[in-house]
């Protein structure tokens, strides 16, 4: 299952908001069970829609806002452009109308400058909360891709280990393990040799890496005389049981350290582990 292609089309916002499917859930609820930071990736995306919505409560919605800019054009024309009465009681000229008319232009600036606070403050809501949401989802999406890349690792390792497990239980397959030389004690591999097939796959248990320009070489002691068995690749994970060269007998296995690509015959002196079969 690809773990990486759920965690891109936004999983988490899905889980917490209860859109997720039976599938995603059933993945992300045995990720979380073993995994800290996707616990405390859920954690967070809860908390932040929460304040999402506590914030968003106290908010106007967007129709509202309409409403506001559709009063105050409103007010402002029936300010500006008074009606057929009004105009014939101004042309009667006293000072009482002249007043009211100031206090009412007066009443009109003040609630339009009332309605220009509250979009204000409804703008910069939107913006602040926007800018929250992003920031809480990038944080998310980067903690899930780690998760997804350590969860990839340990599936490449588990796929190892069950190759080399099929091998040591097939009975067809003789384990031969090569310890190191006298100099090089702590140095261990191991030789899978299918007495059916002649096939040969080898381990690097214990190996150090190999230095640059340089590559493991395996050899096949056959009637006292060192067999090419292949040079270990240099891409493969020194734990993983590579294929090397199909070997029909031999008496002992043995590796050496050569120059890269591999020599026709072994270099003694750089002789690294051998084992008796």
């Given at each position: 299952m690809d773990i990486k292609a759920y965690i891109s089309s936004g999983i988490i916002e899905s889980y917490v908001l209860g859109l997720a499917s039976e599938e995603e859930v059933s993945i992300l609820n045995c990720i979380r069970k073993n995994n800290v930071e996707v616990e405390q990736a859920i954690a967070e995306a809860e908390k932040t829609l929460e304040d999402l919505a506590d914030i968003q409560a106290m908010t106007m919605h967007v129709y509202l806002k309409e409403d506001i800019w559709n009063k105050l054009n409103a007010e402002n024309l029936a300010a500006s452009d008074p009606s057929p009465a009004e105009q014939e009681n101004r042309s009667d000229i006293n000072t009482e109308p002249l007043v009211n008319d100031e206090l009412g232009n007066k009443t009109?600036?003040?609630?339009?400058?009332?309605?220009?606070?509250?979009?204000?403050?409804?703008?910069?809501l939107s913006v602040g909360t926007n800018v929250l949401l992003y920031q809480q989802t990038n944080k998310v999406r980067e903690q899930l891709t780690q998760t997804s890349l350590s969860f990839d690792q340990q599936q490449a390792n588990l796929a190892r280990l069950q190759d080399k497990w099929r091998l040591v239980q097939n009975p067809a397959v003789k384990t031969i393990p090569l310890k190191g030389v006298e100099n090089k004690p702590n140095l261990q591999a191991l030789v899978f040799w299918d007495q059916v097939s002649k096939t040969v796959y080898l381990s690097l248990e214990q190996m150090p890496t190999v230095p640059k320009g340089k590559q493991y070489q395996l050899w096949a002691m056959v009637d006292g005389k060192p067999v090419n068995a292949?040079?270990?690749?240099?891409?493969?994970?020194?734990?993983?049981?590579?294929?090397?060269?199909d070997?029909?007998?031999?008496?002992a296995f043995a590796i050496t350290l050569e120059d890269e690509g591999g020599k026709d015959v072994p270099t003694l002196s750089e002789l690294c582990v051998m084992g008796g079969i």
């Open positions: 009109v600036l003040s609630k339009s400058y009332s309605w220009g606070i509250a979009a204000s403050v409804l703008l910069v292949g040079v270990f690749p240099l891409d493969a994970k020194a734990d993983g049981a590579s294929k090397m060269l070997i029909p007998k031999a008496q």
